[in-house]
């Protein structure tokens, strides 16, 4: 019985360990995120009826690489993978860091949904 209580323990400990990775530039990334693309990406990207998802093994980094989310982003994208239609650039996205927080944001659910 003490075994069991000790074991569980562990268990609650490690999963605080993950969720404080979850830290603040995971939490600004995720907010700028659905403000700005979960509309049209879903919820955690996965998809709408507006657009595709981004946790697919088509957006793995080697298919698209970081640079691919920063010009969608600034220049918007036309419809090439998908029967969406265009992406529209993202005007409420100034800054490179917010660029760059989406981005890492992005890498993260994709990395927990095992795309990498
Ligand atoms: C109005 C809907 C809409 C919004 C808002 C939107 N997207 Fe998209 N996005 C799309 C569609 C549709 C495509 C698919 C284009 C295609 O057919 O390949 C796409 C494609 C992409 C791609 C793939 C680019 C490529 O080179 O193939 C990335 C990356 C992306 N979006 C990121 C984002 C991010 C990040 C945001 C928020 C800052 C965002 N999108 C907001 C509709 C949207």
């Not at 996965?46 to 946790?55: I, Q, Y």
């Not at 010009?71 to 998908?82: D, Y």
Request: proline residues 4%; aromatic residues 10%; contains cysteine.
């Amino acid at each position: 019985m003490k075994r069991i209580t000790l074991i569980a323990a562990f268990f609650l400990l490690l999963s605080g360990l993950a969720k404080a990775e979850k830290g603040p530039a995971f939490l600004k990334g995720e907010a700028l995120f659905n403000n700005n693309c979960a509309k049209c990406h879903g919820v955690k990207g996965a998809g709408t009826d507006k657009g595709p998802p981004l946790v697919h093994s088509i957006y793995h980094p080697n298919h698209h690489a970081d640079l691919s989310f920063k010009w969608a982003i600034e220049r918007g994208v036309r419809s090439h993978h998908w029967k969406f239609g265009d992406m529209p650039k993202v005007d409420a996205v100034k800054s490179q860091e917010e660029i760059e927080l989406i981005i890492s944001y992005i890498r993260s659910i994709q990395k927990e949904a095992g795309i990498f």
